[in-house]
């Protein structure tokens, strides 16, 4: 669904957020393993503060393992609880009771101390429109929980969804805005189809993509397509030979740019070509980007 983030829309979903951590122990905040820097919300650390926080990568089948642990090592440095999942097949998910358990057991041992009741531990889970969210609470849940619009403010009452016997889950997740500011962001964005609508050209996602694929996986990309392009090959070129390898053309034999560049984001955002981060562990890109 998309989205158009208004600074209205932000402080309303902020403050519903912030209302939410109220009920809970700890956080489950959900990113995208594609892109762990870019799919997290600008303001998350001051939105979350101090309470306890796992950091969720969703999507870790559609990842490259290599950079996934280096992000994993990240996370861990910062002093997050990094897990990897899946959540479309239910990977690794018990991984997350795991996790919150580790993450509150102070809370809940200075509970036990002064004499109060064991209780489950009472979680939710945070991140930017089309993480994963729904899918992960219909995990969790075993059975399928009405998704709430993507809008922020579209309330409904909540409810704990019991998640084995340690867990309850909120199952309204927290949604809030993605990165807008940076244009490389938004491009990354779109290219994972976090953002599917046309807050970025798709022309200048998919000579993001190209380029991307001419540094990183060059063979590959070659082969997918059929054709013989370099690291340098200028990307009005590398569309050409697309065109051509698919005959991707218009009346008059002229190459059909539009097709070229929604097939190049289409076969990006389904794996088609390969599986791939395209947020890169290096902290001065990190730095570059903010
Ligand atoms: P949201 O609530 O955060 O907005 O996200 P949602 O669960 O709707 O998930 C967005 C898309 O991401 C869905 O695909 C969903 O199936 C997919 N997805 C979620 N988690 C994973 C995962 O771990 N791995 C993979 N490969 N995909 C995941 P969709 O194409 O929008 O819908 P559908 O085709 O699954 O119906």
Do not use: C
């Amino acid at each position: 669904m998309a989205i158009q983030w208004f600074p209205g829309h932000m402080a309303k979903a902020r403050r519903e957020v912030t209302e939410q951590l109220k009920l809970v122990d700890v956080v489950f905040e959900l990113v995208d393993a594609r892109i762990p820097y870019s799919s997290r919300n600008p303001m998350i650390d001051e939105v979350i503060k101090d309470k306890p926080r796992v950091v969720l990568l969703n999507k870790m089948d559609m990842a490259n393992l290599n950079e996934t642990k280096k992000w994993m090592s990240y996370f861990e440095e910062q002093g997050f609880y990094p897990v990897l999942i899946d959540s479309k097949n239910g990977k690794n998910l018990s991984q997350v009771t795991k996790a919150a358990e580790i993450v509150t057991k102070e809370k809940f041992d200075r509970m036990k101390q002064k004499g109060l009741r064991p209780r489950a531990i009472r979680a939710m889970i945070v991140g930017i429109p089309n993480v994963g969210k729904s899918t992960l609470i219909n995990r969790l849940a075993k059975k399928s929980i009405a998704k709430t619009g993507n809008m922020p403010g579209v309330t409904k009452k909540q409810q704990w969804i019991k998640v084995g016997k340690t867990l309850e889950l909120l199952d309204t997740p927290g949604i809030l805005w993605p990165k807008f500011e940076d244009q490389t962001v938004g491009k990354k964005l779109s290219l994972t189809g976090a953002i599917k609508d046309s807050i970025v050209h798709l022309d200048e996602v998919a000579i993001y993509g190209i380029s991307f694929l001419q540094e990183r996986d060059l063979n590959t990309f070659n082969k997918h397509y059929n054709i013989d392009v370099t690291a340098d090959t200028p990307y009005i070129e590398v569309f050409d030979a697309i065109g051509r390898s698919r005959g991707l053309k218009l009346k008059g034999n002229e190459i059909d740019y539009e097709s070229v560049v929604e097939l190049i984001i289409r076969d990006i955002r389904n794996e088609k070509i390969g599986k791939y981060t395209f947020d890169h562990i290096s902290m001065s890109e990190v730095d570059d980007e903010e």
